[in-house]
């Protein structure tokens, strides 16, 4: 079975400077699909960055961008010019596409990230 | 701008009470899911949907949840009956797959913004 960690349980940075996030899963599948969502206090979940594991380019948004290395099933996301509307809690998810697997997502745990003035 | 919606947005209730949840996919989406969130076990896939046929309901305690999509506009959880360790956050998401030329499929996934569940 597939999993998700993330071993920050929180981060702080100052405005305007970056961070990064962690995120490393288990998986025994060649084709799949990573995902950062974004929290904020409002709990509304908002979709961030994806990233397809067949493609080697790493993913980026704007401000977004993230660390992928298949090899060592790492997923990192890097916030950058960080503001304070970045602060929210941050998921890490894994999706395994298939005929029946197609959009379920496994989450890790959660990372808290306060962004200070 | 198209939003999954989700009614109602907060829930007051008395353990015992029957509970239901109603969601609206993005127009197209042919993929439509269930989740919890609770401070404990994080986010949970209760159940799921695709094209309107139940694909996975595993996550949930069938003795008491259930989950209907009458149409394609319309997603429903209902509890019955309530209790208090049902309290949680309840999101619905759909989804769908598109199939470009850059590679085999492309995937999206988008939540509602939740109805918060109180069983007192």
């Known amino acids: 079975a597939q999993t998700v960690t993330q071993s920050q349980p929180e981060m702080s940075v100052q405005e305007a400077e970056t961070v990064t996030l962690s995120c490393t899963y288990d998986t025994s599948e060649n084709n799949y699909y990573l995902f950062w969502y974004k929290q904020p206090p409002s709990r509304q979940m908002i979709l961030v960055i994806r990233q397809e594991a067949y493609k080697q380019q790493n993913a980026t948004e704007n401000r977004f961008s993230v660390n992928f290395q298949k090899a060592a099933k790492s997923f990192s996301l890097k916030i950058s010019d960080s503001q304070l509307g970045d602060t929210a809690m941050y998921f890490c998810?894994?999706?395994?596409?298939?005929?029946?697997?197609?959009?379920?997502?496994?989450f890790g745990q959660g990372t808290t990230l306060q962004v200070k003035p | 701008d198209a939003r999954v919606t989700q009614t109602p947005r907060h829930k007051v209730t008395e353990m015992g009470q029957e509970v239901t949840m109603r969601c609206q996919p993005i127009l197209g989406h042919n993929t439509v899911f269930w989740y919890r969130q609770t401070m404990m076990q994080g986010l949970e896939l209760l159940a799921y949907f695709r094209n309107r046929a139940p694909l996975d309901d595993s996550g949930m305690p069938k003795d008491r949840f259930s989950a209907e999509m009458p149409d394609a506009t319309l997603a429903t959880l209902k509890i019955q009956p309530s209790e208090p360790r049902d309290s949680a956050v309840y999101f619905c998401?759909?989804?769908?797959?598109?199939?470009?030329?850059?590679?085999?499929?492309?995937?999206?996934?988008?939540f509602g913004p939740g109805t918060r569940l109180t069983v007192t």
């Open positions: 998401a759909s989804g769908t797959i598109h199939y470009s030329i850059s590679g085999p499929w492309d995937y999206e996934q988008y």
């Open positions: 998810a894994f999706m395994k596409p298939g005929s029946s697997n197609t959009g379920k997502l496994i």
